[in-house]
């Protein structure tokens, strides 16, 4: 009975080593870029720090150089690092890598017909309905005339008002300490709102705060180590309990309230005078109705404006939320904004995106604000969308690209000493603002964000008006302050924090 499991064991190792050495063999016969050797069905999950996958890119970077292959679970991924390989695959090979890859989390909403961002982004029917969004986003503040969607007037005037609605917000909350994120996500939200659905909140909103609640949540979530193991492994894990059920749920809950809009918005619809995003996207479908296979419809437009939604609010606002942290923890900087924005704002004016030419400082904390907090470290995913030969090398269609963020951000050349918080960084030696094309936290290429122009704008005008009207106040000692994140995966995300906010005047 022992020889025969002694036996049942010896062969059954043999049996496993001789399925590695194939596996081997087929894997390196593909002329792919270099990597860790992969384990069936686990892949590189040993040579990845769960919580903190940009770090582990960077050390593996370090061993096989910018342009390298991992295996996350059966999926695989080419890794681009660095400044000139990123520039390649976004800029040179813009269309070869312009696919998007899924996330899997996403991925089982789109297979029951519910929202998925980054699923629904691979499709014809998003890229699309993205390209109609990137025109109508670009105008956003800047096309006085434009009378096919209500885009308000030339200097963002939509954007100023809700800039001080939000210091009147932050007004209620002198003196006490509170918890910024849901105040500061109010700005970004009535932002897209308007634009999307011409709808602006009161701050106590009830919806709009279990909104903000619901994005806040799920940027965190898809931050989590659990989330980053689980978009490897959805498929034995699916059924199991976890933290993607929630993250789940909350996608159906911004997506039931997206369409409930588009419902009400197609009821009123008068094409001649589309009011808002969503009309305008609602006369296209209205257009191809007779289409056998309409691009268009009431279910893809919701999710292009749950798409939106969400990362409208939560970016902007939580690049709002890490940069009051930062602030705090230097205030002689803080100091150098209120000097600024005295000198060509003012007490009363309320700022406009022209000041931010007269503001270099202000222009070049912001940028390092962004540089610093790397909010979307590894970048969305990309796909190839065919066969493509990549630096001798042959990257199979379909296969994941991350064209890091991070490697450009943390750049110590363009950057000398990346950890560190300096807004010289982005200023001359004659204090002016200093250009640099390492700066991509938006990306680049032709899946570059499509709310660059608004978050840009968004950022310095909000920072703006916050500091003008108040002094913001540590509840603990400024040294003390640690601004590593909380969660990095999807994204960055700040350390839980209250403040104080003392009124300037
Ligand atoms: C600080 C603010 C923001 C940052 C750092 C940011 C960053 C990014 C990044 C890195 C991507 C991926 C680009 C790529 O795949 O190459 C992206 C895509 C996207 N962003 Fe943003 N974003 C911000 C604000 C916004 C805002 C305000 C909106 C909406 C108005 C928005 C909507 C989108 C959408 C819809 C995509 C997907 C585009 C596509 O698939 O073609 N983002 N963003």
């Known amino acids: 009975m022992a ?13 496993i080593l001789l399925l590695v050495s194939i596996w081997k063999q087929v894997h390196s016969s593909w002329n792919l870029p270099p990597g860790p050797f992969p384990l069936p069905i686990i892949g590189n999950l040993f040579q990845l720090e769960l919580s903190n996958i940009p770090k582990s890119f960077t050390r593996l970077a370090e061993r096989f150089g910018p342009v390298f292959t991992l295996y996350l679970g059966w999926r695989r991924v080419v890794v681009v690092h660095g400044y000139k390989a990123v520039r390649e695959v976004l800029l040179d090979y813009k269309n070869e890598f312009s696919g998007r890859g899924e996330l899997a ?11 998925n961002s980054q699923a629904r982004w691979s499709t014809t029917t998003t890229r699309t309905v993205m390209g109609a969004s990137r025109r109508a986003l670009a105008t956003y503040g ?39 994120t849901l105040v500061l996500g109010g700005g970004p939200c009535n932002v897209i709102a308007d634009i999307l659905l ?38 034995y894990l699916r059924y199991l309990p976890g933290s993607h059920r929630k993250l789940m749920k909350n ?19 008068d094409p001649k005078c589309p009011r808002d995003f969503t009309d305008c996207l609602l006369v296209e479908m209205e257009k191809e109705k007779h289409s056998p296979e309409p691009l268009y419809t009431l279910d893809s437009i919701a999710v292009t404006v749950a798409d939106l939604f969400f990362a409208g609010t939560e970016t902007t606002s939580t690049t709002l939320r890490y940069g009051l942290l930062i602030l705090m923890k230097y205030p002689e900087i803080e100091e150098k904004l209120h000097e ?4 060509v704002i003012g007490p009363s004016r309320i700022p406009a995106i022209k000041d931010r030419l007269e503001m270099p400082y202000m222009d070049a904390v912001v940028h390092e604000i962004q540089r610093f907090i790397d909010l979307v470290p590894s970048n969305l995913s990309h796909e190839a969308t065919r066969d493509v030969m990549f630096r001798g090398y042959v990257i199979p269609k379909g296969t994941v690209i991350i064209p890091t963020l991070t490697s450009l951000l943390y750049d110590s050349q363009e950057f000398p000493d990346p950890e560190k918080f300096k807004p010289e960084h982005f200023l001359n030696e004659n204090g002016k603002f200093k250009y640099s094309d390492y700066f991509k936290p938006f990306s680049a290429g032709k899946r570059v964000c499509v709310g660059e122009g ?43 924090y209250k403040l104080c906010v003392i009124p300037r005047s």
């Not at 499991?5 to 190792?13: C, H, Q």
């Not at 909000?462 to 994204?491: E, M, R, Y």
């Open 251 to 269: 996608v159906s809950e911004i997506k039931k309230y997206a369409l409930e809009r588009v419902k009400e918005h197609h009821q009123s619809l």
């Open 454 to 496: 608004l978050a840009r704008m968004e950022l310095f005008l909000f920072l703006s008006a916050i500091l003008q009207h108040f002094n913001l106040k540590s509840l603990v000692d400024p040294k003390d302050i640690d601004l590593s994140p909380a969660a990095v995966g999807f994204g960055s995300i700040p350390p839980h």
């Open 198 to 235: 011409r709808r602006r909140f009161p701050y106590d909103d009830d919806t709009c705060l279990r909104l903000m609640r619901a994005f806040n949540e799920n940027f965190y979530l898809l931050s989590t180590p659990w989330l980053q193991f689980y978009n490897s492994f959805a498929d």
């Open 142 to 180: 800047t096309d006085n005339h434009s009378n096919s969607i209500r885009m308000n007037s030339g200097d963002g005037l939509c954007m100023q008002r809700i800039a001080q609605f939000l210091v009147e917000e932050g007004k209620e909350g002198v003196g006490r300490p509170f918890d910024p």
């Open 340 to 343: 600024e924005i005295d000198r």
């Open 3 to 15: 020889v025969l499991g002694i036996t049942a064991t010896l062969l059954g190792w043999v049996a």
């Open 105 to 115: 989390v996403f991925q089982e909403h789109k297979d029951r017909g519910e929202s």
